[in-house]
């Protein structure tokens, strides 16, 4: 059963339109509808919001916080913090990264579970078992297979002759685990979504660029892009913002280690507010940098997202 | 040809998917000497981690503590996000700013935020409690289903409202009536995903509650990581506690899920 | 055309104004909060009986309270002891959020002593400087009892937990090599750099904890630091991080790491307990605690075949010499129902009885804090054969860590520059002068 795949109001006849628009008029959307999602905001986040940037302009330690108001010295004492200018790009390149792995490998599923046909049935609830674990059994688990003596993939790497390959004992390594890791834990939903996304592709014309004798990329690039495009960009936006906000993994697998190579902002935060300092002040202010931060990177995702829109 | 290919990606994508647990599964058949020995089968297989795993945490509570407080947030989530969605789908250029609002405010880890929050839930008292998770949980979610509600809302066919309008319902009683029931699956399936997010959350958790009567399990998982030899046999068992009835939820839903988001591609 | 349901000023507006009140209020409501220290009057011990004591306990203690201090309490006043569990690295900031933000759901803090500065800044713990006057405090190590309760002149608790450390090493895998458990750090080098090349990597010579957090890496650095009879900060308070004894420690620590079990930045207490239990490493510096797990045929591969010794010397120091690493005092809450009663329950609970019976009992993972207990012969017996290394090691003058309010940011920064000496991202020496410039700038 396919659904409509034409939006209420395009290619609407002028008069059809008018008439439209004059029934909507008579039947606003009532204010009062918006009140919830307006606590919810003020709730979660003005007021968190408002409380942060007190917090970021006073001498704040969790002991005793907003003791005097200090400018923009948290501001500056964040900057001179040795892990968190580094954290600001670890925290980009993770969330980038990461999504695209999750992207590529939810895209990719969803497109092998379509072409195998049949439902989506046991199979695909398996694969998205992922996206149901928590975080912190999740890095146990990768953290003691991963160990280089005695881990549970120690026998996989002598199999292929890398014997001693240890992913977490170095930086850049440790890195990409956690990026792998990440991306492993959230494709499940990236490919939920695509594979609903596919459902709605019309048979017909899978059958027509058969027809046509179009190859398998072809078919891919002219029929099932312009369709689920929309969904994957959706999809990536999402997946950049719980990028960004990754720090159960990060806690678990490798607690910023080796030496910063894996501190991402929200980790930093974490660190400076509750574990090795306990300056809430200057946590505030490395939470207002990185938000900012994330709204850059989610203006430019949106702008993408809109040019690709208007193309299409 | 393409079918076994396909087929080839699937059968390497769900031992993927599955193998960490299946290491959890071994690992709770271990002693902690056992852990670290190389393989995925356990030298000698132990069956005490599981009544231990029970003693040392108090895991059956906290099994119910998460599972009480990832109803009550997908319950609030759900009664915030259809009118808010809505409204974003609905309401045009004020629409889509309250839609921009909900993913700016989704944007920021909630790490100093927990110290607001905190302050607000023990000015109403629901601090260590349920209840208090179970709010804060619901409404930071709110962003997500709105975000996955909202696609659906749009497939609503105007005609349909229109013709309810025209039979006298105002615009509130028509979503109740005509529009709700037409986006019941989307419904379900960002309430499950709702579900699981605040299941497995783990901040909130360990900041606002602070003794077993509302402690989750992610707070029991950690507390075996706080110890300092820690018992890996009885984490791997408690997290497949955690695990195992939410991954029947899971399957059993996974019709609903899938069927759900199929009726409305998300944009 | 339909006016917007929610206008830009509407929004705005209803924003600012909801936010500035809702917002500042409980903030500046808790900003009242959180005061002074009280001291504690002496008075007549409070009456125990049928009392409730709340208590919020380190993780790994969570059975010496649930399964020795309850019973007793029980059986002796009636009462019921309440135990909450926490893990070690939430402790000090668990019990200063329960405080600050109002919730006061604890009696009794079982509390690491160098998050003392940071809790008494909290207005975290009650002032028991009168309520000790009174009582005999002379059975306190001398080591310990300043250490772990006394800041700026006054006292905020009683010592609870020893927490020394010790090296153990497999005797085993010693005998194969024909090595003896080393004296100095530079044994200590050599030996593992022989047992990882001479094994061709069955076994390693040591394990090096060196994760990047002061209850780890902090204890590899000062173990060593210890050694070479340094310390932290010089007799004016003055941060020494630049001494001999300080590059000294670091050094040691970038060259053994290519012989440790792989590699010591991601290496914590979990693994590195397991690998020494199992017999895949052959020394390891940790708490006191580790010779009962390596007793227990249920979690050791390597029963009787262990040995203990003191810490490793260094440099001109010939006499053996540990650290105070962790350690703990129970301390009452400020926000706690009936502080006098918590107060009598703390001085129970760390009296020569109580000391006795915790330090001896296998899984406790106590240490004394009492001479009686360090020279009583049960507890001999209990922890035979390490006996002698720890009462040496109590007895003598151990380094203690810093615990002013700054300490515990201070210690993450120390870590932080060693972490990247370690990982050969920066020289030993510019490390520590990095961490030296930083600590000077914060302590004057």
């Not at chain 1, 792998?180 to 695509?194: D, E, G, I, K």
């Not at chain 2, 031992?15 to 030298?43: H, K, M, Y």
Request: charge should be neutral.
């Amino acid at each position: 059963m396919t659904a409509t795949l034409e939006r209420p109001a395009t290619g609407a006849p002028a008069a059809r339109a008018r008439t439209r628009a004059q029934r909507r008029a008579g039947h606003r959307v009532p204010r009062w509808l918006a009140i919830p999602a307006v606590v919810s905001l003020l709730i979660t986040g003005l007021y968190p919001a408002a409380a942060g940037l007190a917090l970021a302009l006073t001498d704040s330690s969790l002991a005793r916080p907003l003791r005097g108001f200090v400018g923009f010295d948290n501001f500056v004492a964040a900057a001179e913090s040795v892990a968190f200018g580094g954290s600001l790009v670890r925290s980009a390149l993770f969330a980038v990264f990461a999504t695209a792995l999750a992207v590529v490998a939810g895209t990719a599923g969803a497109l092998a579970l379509q072409a195998r046909g049949g439902r989506f049935g046991l199979l695909g609830a398996v694969l998205l078992l992922p996206m149901v674990t928590p975080p912190v059994s999740v890095g146990v688990a990768w953290k003691l297979l991963l160990a280089p003596v005695g881990g549970g993939l120690t026998g996989l790497w002598d199999a292929l002759g890398v014997s001693g390959f240890n992913p977490l004992g170095s930086g850049v390594g440790a890195f990409a685990t956690l990026v792998v890791t990440h991306a492993w834990q959230w494709a499940p939903l990236v490919l939920l979504l695509v594979y609903a996304a596919l459902l709605g592709v019309p048979a017909e014309l899978w059958e027509a660029a058969a027809l046509d004798g179009a190859g398998w990329w072809r078919t891919l690039r002219s029929v099932v892009a312009p369709v689920v495009a929309p969904t994957v960009l959706a999809a990536a936006v999402l997946q950049l913002v719980i990028a960004f906000k990754v720090f159960d993994l990060v806690a678990v697998v490798t607690a910023g280690g080796p030496g910063v190579s894996t501190i991402v902002a929200s980790f930093e935060v974490f660190r400076t507010a509750f574990r090795g300092s306990f300056e809430v002040g200057t946590a505030a202010a490395e939470t207002i940098v990185l938000g900012l931060l994330v709204g850059v990177v989610l203006g430019a995702a949106g702008l993408v997202t809109r040019h690709t829109r208007g193309d299409a | 040809m393409r079918a076994a290919a396909s087929r080839a990606v699937l059968a390497v994508a769900a031992l993927l998917a599955i193998a960490p647990v299946v290491f959890l599964v071994s690992l709770s058949l271990r002693g902690v000497d056992d852990v670290q020995n190389g393989g995925w089968l356990p030298e000698r297989v132990r069956w005490d981690n599981w009544p231990a795993a029970f003693q040392t945490v108090p895991l059956a509570q906290m099994l119910a503590n998460s599972w009480v407080v990832a109803l009550g947030a997908t319950l609030l989530t759900a009664l915030v996000a259809v009118p808010t969605a809505y409204v974003t789908a609905r309401a045009g250029r004020s629409g889509k700013r309250l839609h921009s609002a909900l993913l700016a405010a989704y944007c920021a880890p909630p790490i100093v935020a927990v110290l607001p929050l905190y302050f607000l839930l023990k000015s109403v008292g629901l601090t260590n409690s349920v209840v208090g998770l179970a709010l804060v949980n619901g409404l930071a979610n709110v962003p997500v289903a709105v975000w996955l509600l909202d696609g659906f809302v749009r497939r609503v066919p105007a005609e349909v409202e229109e013709a309810a309008w025209v039979d006298g319902l105002s615009v509130a009683a028509g979503l109740r009536r005509v529009v709700l029931p037409l986006i019941v699956p989307g419904l379900v399936a960002a309430s499950l995903v709702c579900f699981f997010l605040a299941y497995n959350e783990f901040l909130f958790a360990v900041s606002f509650a602070q003794s077993p009567s509302a402690q989750t399990l992610t707070v029991g998982l950690s507390l075996f990581q706080g110890d300092r030899t820690v018992q890996f046999g009885q984490q791997a068992a408690a997290s497949l506690v955690a695990i195992v009835p939410v991954y029947v939820l899971a399957v059993l839903a996974q019709r609903a899920l899938v069927g759900g988001l199929s009726q409305g591609a998300v944009r | 055309m339909p006016s917007p349901v929610l206008s830009r000023r509407l929004l705005l507006r209803s924003a600012l104004g909801a936010g500035a009140v809702v917002g500042l209020g409980p903030l500046l409501a808790a900003c009242g909060d959180g005061g002074s220290t009280t001291a504690l009057p002496a008075g007549e011990t409070a009456d125990l009986t049928g009392a409730t004591i709340r208590a919020m306990v380190n993780q790994p203690h969570v059975l010496a309270f649930t399964e020795l201090l309850a019973p007793a309490f029980e059986r002796e006043f009636g009462g019921r002891l309440e135990t909450t569990a926490v893990p070690y690295d939430q402790l000090t900031s668990q019990q200063i959020l329960d405080v600050q933000g109002g919730a006061g759901q604890f009696d009794v803090f079982d509390y690491f002593y160098f998050g003392l500065g940071a809790l008494v800044d909290a207005g975290a713990l009650v002032d028991l400087t009168d309520q000790l006057a009174a009582v005999d405090t002379s059975d306190f190590l001398r080591s310990v009892y300043d250490a772990y309760t006394l800041l700026d002149g006054r006292r905020y608790g009683v010592p609870f937990d020893g927490d020394v450390h010790v090296l153990y090493y497999n005797r085993e895998v010693f005998e194969t090599y024909g090595l003896e458990p080393p004296r100095t750090w530079d044994e200590y080098d050599a030996a593992a750099r022989t047992i990882t090349e001479r094994s061709g990597g069955s076994v390693y010579g040591a394990v090096v904890e060196g994760q990047q957090v002061p209850m780890i890496l902090g204890c590899s650095f000062i173990n060593r630091l210890a050694g070479y009879g340094g310390s932290l900060l010089g007799p004016d308070g003055a941060p020494a991080l630049t001494s001999d004894a300080a590059h000294a420690a670091l050094q040691h620590l970038v060259d053994v790491a290519p012989y440790a079990l792989p590699t010591p930045l991601q290496i914590g207490f979990d693994q590195a307990n397991s690998a020494f239990l199992s017999g895949q490493a052959a020394m390891l510096d940790t708490w006191t605690d580790l010779g009962l797990k390596a007793q227990d045929p249920a979690s050791s591969q390597i029963v009787d075949k262990w040995g203990v010794v003191p810490l490793p010397v260094g440099g001109s120091n010939t006499e053996h010499r540990t650290a105070l690493n962790a350690g703990f005092g129970l301390g009452v809450s400020t926000a706690a129902a009936d502080p006098a009663q918590a107060a009598a329950f703390v001085l129970w609970a760390t009296d020569r009885t109580r000391n006795l019976l915790l330090a001896s009992t296998a899984g406790a993972g106590i240490d004394p804090a009492r001479r009686s207990t360090l020279e009583s012969p049960e507890y001999a017996a209990a922890t035979a054969p390490a006996t002698e290394v720890i009462r040496q090691a109590l007895t003598g003058s151990p380094l203690v860590w810093p615990k002013d309010t700054d300490a515990p940011r201070l210690l993450q920064d120390l870590v932080d520059q060693l972490a990247l000496a370690i990982s050969g991202a920066q020289t030993p020496q510019q490390s520590l002068a990095n961490a030296q410039a930083s600590w000077e700038r914060a302590l004057t």
